[in-house]
C-alpha cells in the first residue's frame, strides 16, 4: 500500500513552466515505478511520463517530450514532473500514480496506486 499526493499546480501562461511534485508514504518508494498521467475535460486519462524504480529509465508520450523531464529522489520519496515551454493543450488535472511493474509502465492498467491529482491551466 501506498500513498500519494499530488502539488505544484497551478495556472500559468503559456510558455511557461510548472514543477509537480508527488508525495509518497506507505511501502518502501523505491520499489515502484511511477507515473505521471494527465486528465483534460472530456478526455480519457493519458499517460505522460514514468520512470524506473532506480530513476534509470525514464519514458515520455510525444506530446510532450523534450519539453518535460521526470525525475525522482528515492531519499525523498518524491517523483517529480518538471514541465517546461507550456502549451493550452497541457491544460488538466495531473495524477501521479504507482506501480509494482518491474519496468517503466505507459498504461493505466499497470499502476495500482494514484493520487487525488492537481489541476494545471496554461493560459493563450
Known amino acids: 500500500q501506498v500513498q500519494l499526493v499530488e502539488s505544484g499546480g497551478g495556472l500559468v501562461q503559456a510558455g511557461g513552466s510548472l514543477r509537480l511534485s508527488c508525495a509518497a508514504s506507505?511501502?518502501?518508494?523505491?520499489?515502484?515505478?511511477m507515473g505521471w498521467f494527465r486528465q483534460a475535460p472530456g478526455k480519457e486519462r493519458e499517460f505522460v511520463a514514468t520512470i524506473s524504480r532506480s530513476g534509470g529509465s525514464t519514458y515520455y508520450t510525444d506530446n510532450v517530450k523534450g519539453r518535460s523531464t521526470i525525475s525522482r529522489d528515492n531519499a525523498k520519496n518524491t517523483v517529480y514532473l518538471q514541465m517546461n515551454n507550456l502549451k493550452p493543450e497541457d491544460t488538466a488535472v495531473y495524477y501521479c500514480?504507482?506501480?509494482?511493474?518491474?519496468?517503466?509502465?505507459?498504461?493505466?492498467?499497470?499502476?495500482?496506486?494514484w493520487g487525488q491529482g492537481t489541476q494545471v491551466t496554461v493560459s493563450s
Open positions: 506507505g511501502r518502501t518508494f523505491s520499489t515502484f515505478v
Open positions: 500514480a504507482a506501480s509494482s511493474s518491474l519496468m517503466v509502465a505507459t498504461t493505466r492498467k499497470h499502476y495500482a496506486y
